[in-house]
């Protein structure tokens, strides 16, 4: 049987090792992709409740080519592997959450920090040159 903690030693081994992955396919905005999954967040700073496209995770393709365990194993869906790969899920969405927040955020402030104010011909223009 094998320990949570092994588990977990794992899963944040195999989650670190994949997360820049992850976050390369959201940043190429394949996370707007049919059948993207919607996670909620009740940040109240943001003006209430945010949706953010979080990558869905499959278990045969984590099963196969994260773990590289054997194709009959993966058909058989053990028990310990479905934990293993929902403790892995939660970490990378954890993760990707984070991620796509701060995107948001740095995207909002940059938004803010172009804006320009007035008129062109508001501007003050030196009758000395420049």
């Given at each position: ?103 948001k955020r740095d995207a909002d402030a940059e938004r803010r920090a172009d804006r320009t104010y007035g008129s062109p011909w508001d501007r003050y223009d030196d009758p000395l040159g420049p």
């Open positions: 049987m094998v320990s949570l903690e092994r588990v977990e030693e794992r899963t944040m081994r195999t989650a670190i090792a994949t997360l820049v992955l992850y976050a390369g396919v959201a940043v190429l905005g394949s996370a707007v992709a049919a059948g993207a999954g919607w996670a909620q967040t009740g940040d109240q700073s943001l003006g209430g409740r945010q949706s953010y496209s979080v990558q869905p995770m499959n278990f045969d393709l984590w099963c196969q080519e994260t773990q590289r365990y054997a194709v009959d194993r993966c058909d058989q869906r053990l028990a310990a592997d479905v934990r293993e790969f929902e403790a892995y899920r939660s970490i990378i969405e954890r993760y990707e959450m984070q991620y796509l927040m701060e995107r």
